[in-house]
C-alpha cells in the first residue's frame, strides 16, 4: 500500500511544479481524484489483511466525500491518476494497471450482480475517457485509449483505440 501511495505522490510531483509541501497539500485538501486513490488504498490495505469492517468503511467514506466508488477488493497499481471523479464507479475484482488515467462517470464492473466474478482488467497506461464503461470480463491492453462514452465489452488489443459510434443529429 505504501509503495503504491508513494509512487502516486511521486507522479503528482512529477505532474505539478510547485514547492514540494504545497502540492501534497493542495491534492489532499482539495482534489477529490487524489483523496479517492488515498482513501482506496487505506481501505485495500484493510480488506487484503482480512480485518472487518474498515475496509468496506473507508470505501463509503470514500464515496461519501468524493463521489467515487471504489470497492476495497479492487486492485489498483502505482500512478493512477483520477480526473473529474464524479461518478466513477470501479467493482470489486477490477485490476488497474499503472499509470491509468481515469475521467468523469467510468464504470468498471460486472454485467450484472448475480456474475460478480466476471470483472475487468485494465492494462498499463491507459486512459478511459467521460461516461466510458468496461463491463465483464474483459481486457484492455496496455497503452490504450477508451473514448468518451464507449462501451467495451470485448478485449481490446494493446495500442488501440476505442471510440463510441456517432450519433446522427436530425
Sequence with gaps: MFDNLAADTRRLREI??????????????FETG??????????HWFKARGIPFFGPALARWNQFLTGVDIAPAA???PGLRIAHGT???????????SDC????NVTLGAPTSARIEEMPS???????????AVI?????????FVGAHALVTQDV??????????????
Design 16 to 29: 505539478k511544479t510547485r514547492a514540494f509541501p504545497w502540492y501534497v497539500l493542495e491534492s489532499l485538501l
Design 34 to 43: 487524489y483523496q479517492a486513490v488515498v482513501l482506496h488504498r487505506l481501505a
Design 75 to 77: 486492485r489498483i497499481g
Design 87 to 97: 461518478g466513477i464507479v470501479i467493482g470489486n475484482g477490477v485490476r488497474i494497471g
Design 101 to 104: 488515467l481515469l475521467m468523469q
Design 122 to 132: 485494465i492494462g498499463d497506461r491507459v486512459t478511459l475517457g467521460a461516461g466510458c
Design 136 to 144: 465483464g470480463r474483459v481486457s484492455v491492453g496496455d497503452d490504450c
Design 157 to 170: 488489443p494493446a495500442g488501440a483505440r476505442v471510440l463510441a459510434p456517432r450519433s446522427e443529429l436530425r
